[in-house]
């Protein structure tokens, strides 16, 4: 059996996992992410290539714009030394063997493509709204990278213009009203306290507190809705997509606030449009960033089941 390790990389933790050419999760592991990136990961994924010296490729999810071609690394902000990283080059010339990298939020949209709730659609955008906004546009089973491997940036799609500033240091851009950090931001600005503790309550919090009637969280939660529901149909007019699914940490506590979405979203829909909720949850990146290295033609499906998890 052909085995791959796919490997995704986040600010504070990098997940590593070996999966089988049908999708099955063999072994994961996670570790701690340090700087310099490079070299450190380097090291771990050769140590993994000696317990398994069976694999035959190596995909690489990363926050951050990814030239997926040339496979390095263009833009990032919070990962000090990390941009600039020839991946592919360094990491093939290490280990011998096929490597890919993409975007973080594109490997979560391969896995929900290919094996999670989107898997018999064929124009998906998948949507991660964690503490900022991330995007992932599959077409016939491809990311559309883009030409400059800034595809699928859909947070930094300018929602409202001359608004808040964005990290990326143009003003009103999506995310900063469609994240974890625009609600928390609203629950500050319009002051949503929890009787109990007498402090502002978390996103989650809100969501519950909206359900149960309380004023303040209802109107918190409809604006953000809003404007969620105006990012979902500003993609279909640009896009025309059968699905979008999204995800993240925020859709956790979707089951208080998902049939309100549907609702801000039925107006505004040009075509039909079907709105899942992600199948994976923080296993997304690395299962997809198998699949960059996996035949995805011959892919048969994924299979649930017990995972051995192993310490590097």
Known sequence: MSLVLGVDIGGTKIRIGVVSETGEVIADTTIPTKLPLYPYLEEKILEVQKQFPNLIGIGIGTRGMVDSEEGIVTFETELPGWKGTHVKKQLQAATGIRVE????ANCAALAESYLGSAKDYRRVVCLTVGTKLGGGIIIDGNVMNGAHGGGGEIGHMILYPNGILCGCGRYGCSEEYVSGTALRRLILNNNVIDPKTEELVTPH?????????????IAVRNAFLTDFAI???????????????IGGGVSESSDDWWSFLL?????????????????????????????????????LQYRKGSVKTWQL
Do not use: W, Y
């Open 231 to 245: 990012v979902i149909s500003n993609l279909q007019a640009i896009l025309d997509m059968d699905c979008v699914v």
């Open 101 to 104: 990298i993409n975007n973080d």
């Open 205 to 217: 919090e809100l969501f519950k507190m909206a359900a149960n009637g309380h004023k303040g969280a």
């Open 263 to 299: 609702t801000e979203v039925e107006p505004l829909k040009l075509k039909p449009l079907e709105i899942k909720k992600a199948v994976f949850g923080n296993e997304a990146g690395m299962l997809g960033a198998a699949l960059l290295v996996i035949d995805r033609s011959k892919l």
